[in-house]
Every structure is written in structure tokens, then in C-alpha cells.
């Protein structure tokens, strides 16, 4: 069975605040906040993944 999970960011010049929802619960799945880099943001995907 596929979950969907929709992820939000807030953008800033030096960090990204980030959170996962799980579209059927509505519950908040995973949240960060990390510096502003891409490999930071493909580490959460992959976590939320799991």
C-alpha cells in the first residue's frame, strides 16, 4: 500500500525549516530544520520515505 506524505519548507537565506504530513491521518510525520543545502533536503525525503 502507497503512503503519501506532503512536505512543506520554510525558506530562509542560511536554513530550511521542513515537515512532513501524512495525507491520511493528517498528522505531522517528521519535522527539521537544517542548513541550506540540497543534500540536507534529499536526506529528509528519504527519511520520510521510510
Known sequence: MK???YIAMDVHKNTYSI???NS????LA???KCGAEV?????????AKE
Open 39 to 47: 543534500k540536507n533536503i534529499l536526506k529528509f525525503i528519504k527519511s
Open 24 to 27: 491520511s491521518t493528517g498528522e
Open 3 to 5: 503512503r503519501i506524505v
Open 30 to 32: 517528521a519535522q527539521t
Open 19 to 21: 515537515c512532513g504530513i
